[in-house]
């Protein structure tokens, strides 16, 4: 599982306030805790107004760069400001997001076609978020060959067939594992991630839903997340998917987890 930590993002009322109060401190120690606990990629959003994100964005990616190795996941709605702020990244990381919205990915794609960068790959586009997971399929379908056109493999997407709020779509999951399914047949080498909260939206107890998402979704083909990778449970949600699955082999990855107190219940 490629894990993109979640937890430097300016929509989330601490890291907003952080981001204002230019807090270094605790940006750092978020970015030190997620690179702790295995994340692969560092998700950077700055969330702020459009006049002081791009200054936002880069003051975030020079406190993680700082703090970890852990490559950047840089992280904007408006492909303009990621392009912008690519030059300040040290090494490449991972794209979030491109899209068939608004001409996104006619602007990313060119900018990292001869580079290593990876990048998301959102299945939207003007018509906006799809239900119907045939429309997903087939948006994933122009997004590789736009790809395509520009040099990049497949295997540098993170389709995200963005799974709804079941709060609102009762059959999002099923649609979502629909997607994945055809994605990965059509095209084995593309990664899947989801963001894991986005289906909790408007719902109680929303940890154990987001746990379960994860655990059905990896079943389907899901092979990355965007998560928080120091939640205890969420770990051990992970380990164990992997497990059963049979992606480890002799169950070797659960148990040196297990014995490392990576995963399980917490210890006295």
């Known amino acids: 599982m490629i894990i993109i930590g979640e937890k430097i993002n300016g929509a ?7 981001i204002a109060d230019r807090d270094e401190v605790f940006i750092r120690e978020l970015a030190e805790r997620q690179s702790k606990y295995g994340a692969n990629y560092i998700d950077v959003c700055a969330s702020t107004s459009p006049d002081v994100e791009r200054e936002a964005l880069k003051w975030l990616m020079d406190i993680v760069q700082d703090a970890t190795d852990v490559p950047l996941c840089i992280d904007s709605s408006d492909p303009n400001v990621i392009v912008d702020v690519l030059p300040y990244a040290k090494k490449p990381g991972l794209i979030n997001s491109a899209s068939d919205e608004g001409g ?16 998301i790959a959102l299945t939207c586009d003007n018509s906006g978020i799809p239900t119907d997971p045939a429309v997903k399929f087939n948006i994933s379908k122009t997004l590789v060959k736009k790809a395509s056109d520009c040099g990049i493999a497949a295997g540098r997407l993170f389709i995200d067939p963005l799974v709804n709020s079941i709060a609102t779509v009762e059959q999002s999951l099923i649609s ?14 593309i990664h899947i991630t989801s963001g894991l909260s986005n289906i909790s939206f408007g719902m109680p107890l929303r940890k154990h839903i987001n746990q379960t998402f994860l655990v059905l979704a990896m079943g389907a083909g899901m092979d990355s997340a965007i998560m928080d990778p120091s939640s205890l449970d969420m770990r051990t949600s992970l380990y164990a998917a992997e497990m059963l699955l049979g992606l480890d082999e002799y169950c070797a990855e659960f148990l040196g987890a297990y014995r490392e107190g990576i995963i399980g219940p917490p210890k006295n």
């Open 104 to 119: 996104k990915c006619e602007i990313i794609f060119p900018v990292i076609a001869d580079t290593k960068w990876n990048c």
């Open 176 to 189: 979502f594992m629909e997607a994945t399914r055809n994605i990965k047949a059509e095209f084995p080498d």
């Open 12 to 18: 989330i009322p601490s890291v907003a306030k952080a």
